[in-house]
């Protein structure tokens, strides 16, 4: 058995319109936010915030990363994405507002969200969008065929976090990966819709850990099918 090579978080591939370009909406992060790997945003893991991971808005303008999937009967709040990390177009970091390529946990700044310091994030709406996603580890004898894999499409399922805390800059990634082990197809909800398998086809062995997968988003906010009032983590 042979891994496939991991690549990190949620990955673009294209939009139902067709388009390669996806739209991007550029939010701030609140001064001093420290994302968490747990339900609810605590109680987990504390993490940078970093390009693949997804993202909810929360009450007060600002986003926050979002929860591993809870919801399995009805609809979560917290199990709700807004959107994708591609980019941070301005950090405070070492006294310096600059670009960087990952969010440091904590970053705090002064003047406010709509200050000339606050922390900016790059975010491609879920919406009407498909993304490829890995698998953790090699699933087993319940998916170890390209037929199985294929048998999964049309089905729910969750995300999850494996922490990733060697090799990394301060503190652990997130890392989100494809959840099998409670997908389903006829009652409950799950945040992914598992809509195709990559594009790399029969060249993955379908054997070992990483699997690529196309999904989209179940549990999306701000989709503009959901009441207001429902659409908002506070």
């Keep these: 058995m042979a891994n496939n090579q991991h690549f990190y978080g949620f990955r ?3 939009s139902l319109s067709g388009t390669d370009t996806p739209q991007i909406f550029t939010v701030p992060i609140a001064s001093a936010y420290a994302p968490n790997t747990g339900a609810d945003g605590s109680g987990g893991t504390s993490v940078n915030l970093n390009i693949g991971d997804p993202v909810q808005f929360v009450d007060g303008g600002t986003v926050r990363l979002v929860q591993p999937g809870a919801a399995t009967t009805s609809a979560v709040l917290d199990d709700a994405t807004f959107g994708i990390v591609v980019g941070f177009p301005r950090v405070k970091l070492d006294g310096a507002v600059k670009p960087s390529s990952y969010y440091p946990t904590a970053t705090s ?4 969200i709509a200050g000339a310091e606050a922390t900016l994030v790059s975010v491609i709406p879920v919406k009407d969008n498909i993304f490829e996603i890995d698998l953790g580890a090699a699933p087993g004898a319940s998916f170890d065929t390209a037929a199985e894999y294929a048998a999964a499409v049309g089905k729910g399922a969750h995300f999850t976090y494996s922490v990733i805390a060697s090799g990394v800059r301060g503190a652990p990634k997130a890392n989100p990966l494809l959840d099998l082990t409670n997908i389903n197809s006829t009652t409950g ?20 850990a990483a699997v690529r997968m196309q999904v989209m988003f179940n549990a999306v906010q701000l989709s503009g099918y959901t009441p207001q009032t429902a659409d908002i983590e506070t």
């Design 189 to 208: 909800i799950r945040q992914l819709r598992i809509v195709g398998m990559s594009k790399l086809g029969d060249t993955q062995d379908f054997t070992g």
């Design 12 to 14: 673009f591939f294209r």
């Design 109 to 112: 700044y002064n003047g406010g």
